[in-house]
């Protein structure tokens, strides 16, 4: 159990305007007794800008040393300190260092609460102009192209919006494979550098947006997929796709089953398919 009054805040972060931090993110920075900070010189800079004199310890908390920072901040909790979490830009956690953190307070029965604020994911979908009552998440995308395509093949049949991060030099590609995998006409979005003086957002479909990415985009990058619309799969018209999988180095029973998760077609049909087509060929 904790000791009195300790516990761990998460406390979301502007993503390039100051403007955006909140009056109680301002109160933590100044009162915490210790901050771990995804990048201790960034949090300084950010307390500077924001008139903010941070009277506790400064500690690093990034990937790196998390797992070994985790019981020292543990044991600050527990005698009763507050610790404030905060990463680069955004909410801790999403795609940042934090949930082991928050993992480790659960499982100790130590209180945890958080501050809420911006973040790249929540901004992106308000900004892309795509339908998004339903949406998920899912970080960054795969630096490698095999792996990418393979990824966005549990994308074909997604009915939610799709928001995930890019790096800017691998954009351009990750749109071709996109365009390759799930059409040209899927619609899209590619937010840049928001909240920040260069934010730009590109809407359109897949092909317009692969043909614009390939003169360069700098900056951060997070893109929003348009959920698939329903269809009806016909195992035939997905045999390419098997084909594909089996080539990467699936066995073809698992590259069935993959296809058919993603599609919505049956498992033996494709399979048939895939051995009628071979059959032929």
């Known amino acids: 159990m904790s000791g009195q009054g300790g516990r761990l805040v998460l406390a979301a972060t502007p993503m390039g305007d100051v403007g955006d931090a909140s009056r109680r993110l301002r109160e933590a920075l100044g009162s915490a007794e210790v901050v771990a900070a995804e990048d201790t010189r ?14 506790g310890r400064v500690v690093s908390f990034y990937d790196h040393v998390e797992a070994a920072r985790i019981p020292q901040l543990v044991a600050e909790i ?4 507050t610790v404030l979490l905060v990463t680069d830009a955004g909410m801790p956690s999403v795609s940042d260092p934090g949930y082991r953190m928050v993992a480790a307070c659960v499982e100790r029965e130590l209180p945890v609460t958080c501050l809420p604020g911006p973040s790249a994911v929540t901004t992106a979908l308000a900004l892309s102009g795509l339908p998004m009552e339903r949406f998920c998440f899912d970080g960054f995308a795969p630096r490698k192209s095999g792996q990418r395509k393979q990824w966005l093949r549990t994308l074909v049949a997604e009915p939610r919006a799709v928001v995930f991060f890019e790096a800017p030099h691998r954009l351009a ?15 899209a979005a590619v937010c840049r550098e928001l909240t920040k003086t260069y934010e730009e957002v590109v809407r359109g479909t897949l092909a317009e947006l692969a043909a614009w990415a390939v003169d360069g985009a700098r900056g951060e990058i997070t893109v929003v997929l348009e959920g698939a619309q329903p269809v009806s799969a016909d195992p035939a018209d997905l045999v390419g796709e098997v084909e594909d999988l089996v080539a990467d ?22 399979y048939d398919a895939v051995l009628a087509a071979r059959a032929r060929a």
């Open 78 to 81: 527990e005698a009763g300190h």
């Open 173 to 187: 590609d990750c749109l071709a494979d996109a365009v390759a995998v799930l059409g040209p006409e899927r619609r």
């Open 249 to 270: 180095g699936l066995r073809l029973k698992d590259a069935c089953a993959q296809v058919a998760s993603a599609t919505g077609a049956s498992r033996r049909e494709l």
């Open 42 to 55: 960034r949090t300084r800079a950010l307390a500077k800008a924001l008139e903010v004199e941070i009277s």
